[in-house]
């Protein structure tokens, strides 16, 4: 990375390959976690319980950072939120007991989604929309969660690691289980040395700092993140944890299979983020956020109805092909329709419903899984969803981005 001497070039490298060593975590974290607690003798309720208390602490963190980012070198913040991360890995490779764990995930950056659901998105963010102009905004981030859907698919197959480490050298599952959680730990290490190469001066805005996160875009920005909060109520009941468990519960998938099917899902979504950005080229950004999204809600109203696995994992592809178009898209529309000095406040107001708002579902939704087979999750999200569409349709339609009123 050091040969590269155009220094934008040189962020956008070290920031595309923090994302996909992040993703890789994420990816294979997510699947485990479920499995993991299960091996502990923990109730699909209580695996509720911790995947709500992860994100509801992700989200408090990612709010406080996002908040006061302006008074702070983005640099320092990243290198602090890589140390959390060691933290986090490490105190779930040894703690077996309930509060403990739930402790580590209050303040940690674990993630159950299989997204980027941390305090690291709002500081990226902010910094590619630094360093790239209004035609390229959108491609840069699909670009960027291409890289991290595609690493998270990776990391999905690795949750078949502790059952191929334990068959073959008869290591007990939950010890294989916690060597991944060190990995992971590994991974944060990684990234902060990658992080050092980062521009020691970059913040929010050097030359006019503002007194608050938020002034010209508040308004705006508000409004986004009560409707970004009502998708990621919906999203929470199906992070992937939990479509796991719910998997593994009805169908006696193995991790093994389930980190293949999340593989492909993976891919497809990732190649959707390119599909995003030329379609917004001709829709506009909101056009395509809101009709990619759609029909994936209507996939999540059918499963439950559906009457064969196969039937299950076809709409789940065809979900994972279309939910994330909007994911590069809002991001772009985000920067876009702020100032910049109040880009990292504006990501992380936006971003963090997706894990706060989220954080109620999953223990509802380990309710229901442990109350009924039936998939109440799958058709409360949908619908949930569908809602949210219809309303940013709505109420954004006609706030365009600078691309999209220039001749």
Known sequence: MASIRNPSSDLVTRLLVTKGLRAFGDGYVSLLLPLYLLELGFSPLLVGVVATVTLLGSGLLTLLVGLHAHRYRYRTLLL??????????????????????????????????????????????????????????????????????????????????????????????????????????????????IYRGLPRAMAADAQAPLAAPLVHARKRVYTLAALFSLDAFGGGFVVQSMVALWLYRTYSLSAAVAGSLFFWAGVLTA?????????????????????????????????????????????????????????????????????????????????VPRSLASAVSPVLAGYLLAASPFGWPFLIAGTVKIAYDLLLLGMFSRVRPPEETRP
């Open 80 to 193: 602090g939120a890589t140390a959390l991360m060691a933290f986090t890995g490490l105190g779930f490779a040894v703690a077996t007991s309930l509060w403990p764990l739930l402790l580590i995930a209050l303040i940690g950056t674990l993630n159950p989604s299989g997204g980027d659901v941390s305090v690291f998105l709002p500081l990226e963010h902010a910094m590619l929309a630094r360093v790239v102009d209004d035609r390229r905004r959108t491609s840069m981030f699909a670009r960027y969660s291409l890289v991290g859907s595609l690493l998270a698919a990776v990391g999905s197959l690795a949750a078949a690691v502790p059952t191929i480490v334990s068959d073959a050298a008869g290591v007990p599952m939950l010890t294989a289980m916690q060597a991944m959680f060190v990995l992971y730990a590994l991974l944060a290490g990684v990234s902060a040395w």
């Open 271 to 351: 190649f959707s983020y390119l599909a995003a950005a030329r379609i917004a080229q001709r829709w506009g950004l909101v056009n395509t956020m809101v009709f990619t999204h759609l029909p994936s809600s209507l996939c999540l109203v059918a499963i439950p109805f559906v009457p064969s696995l196969g039937d299950v994992v076809a709409l789940l592809l065809i979900r994972s092909a279309l939910s994330q178009m909007d994911v590069p898209t809002r991001s772009s529309y985000v920067m876009a329709i702020v100032p910049a000095a109040e880009r990292a406040a504006a990501a992380s107001v936006t971003s």
